[in-house]
T-cell receptor, first 108, second 114 residues
Framework: DAKTTQPPSMDCAEGRAANLPCNHS???????VYWYRQIHSQGPQYIIH???NNETNEMASLIITEDRKSSTLILPHATLRDTAVYYC?????????FGKGTSLLVTP | EAQVTQNPRYLITVTGKKLTVTCSQN?????MSWYRQDPGLGLRQIYY???????DKGDVPEGYKVSRKEKRNFPLILESPSPNQTSLYFC?????????????FGQGTRLTVV
């Protein structure tokens, strides 16, 4: 599976949009982009995934560039409860290779 | 409610005393896996199973065993635990339908081996 690169940490003010970038320049055509988050030491939680098109669900939006080399996870109105480590994963199968992720801190 | 249940949540044991961490899912998922999480090393896969009686090693399988006799259960067995297996463990399950592999994780088992 393709390696992904994320900034180690980001801050966001409560109520503002949080935009978390991910680089996956070596992604292959059959690999999906998945986003998970882990709040403190809880089990990782699925957020969203996509192949080529932008996706939106009740939690977030996923914007994938046309060349698929990068993507952005958007939390439209961040709350304090969104403080977590966010993982971007490229996978063609079932194994999830978690990197270091981005530690997002939402501040009041 | 869709869920993955691990037990116990916390366990302190002594070196060499065999233990089993149970994992059960109620979503009829084919794929199940175990991860360990250590500071600075992130989440690493220990073992996985594609279906009943089909298991395979992940990235860090040494010192662990698993079994998959029923679809819903995937226990993690430490035959002779050592202090370097002190870690936070997560079980996960997912469907194997391509493009629909949302994984569900258990709440974790914090294991301390002294």
């Amino acid at each position: 599976d393709a390696k992904t690169t994320q900034p180690p940490s980001m801050d966001c003010a409560e109520g503002r949009a949080a935009n978390l970038p991910c680089n996956h320049s070596t992604i292959s055509g059959n690999e999906y982009v998945y986003w998970y988050r882990q709040i403190h030491s809880q089990g990782p939680q699925y957020i969203i995934h996509g192949l080529k098109n932008n996706e939106t669900n009740e939690m977030a939006s996923l914007i994938i560039t046309e060349d698929r080399k990068s993507s952005t996870l958007i939390l439209p109105h961040a709350t304090l409860r969104d403080t977590a480590v966010y993982y971007c994963i490229a996978s063609s199968g079932y194994a999830l290779n978690f990197g270091k992720g981005t530690s997002l801190l939402v501040t009041p | 409610e869709a869920q993955v249940t691990q037990n116990p949540r916390y366990l302190i044991t002594v070196t060499g005393k065999k233990l089993t961490v149970t994992c059960s899912q109620n979503m009829n998922h084919e794929y199940m896996s175990w991860y360990r999480q250590d500071p600075g090393l992130g989440l690493r896969q220990i073992y996985y199973s594609m279906n009943v009686e089909v298991t395979d090693k992940g990235d860090v399988p040494e010192g662990y065993k698993v079994s998959r006799k029923e679809k819903r259960n995937f226990p993690l067995i430490l035959e002779s635990p050592s202090p370097n297996q002190t870690s936070l463990y997560f079980c996960a399950s997912s469907s194997i339908r391509r493009g629909n592999t949302e994984a569900f994780f258990g709440q974790g088992t914090r294991l301390t081996v002294v």
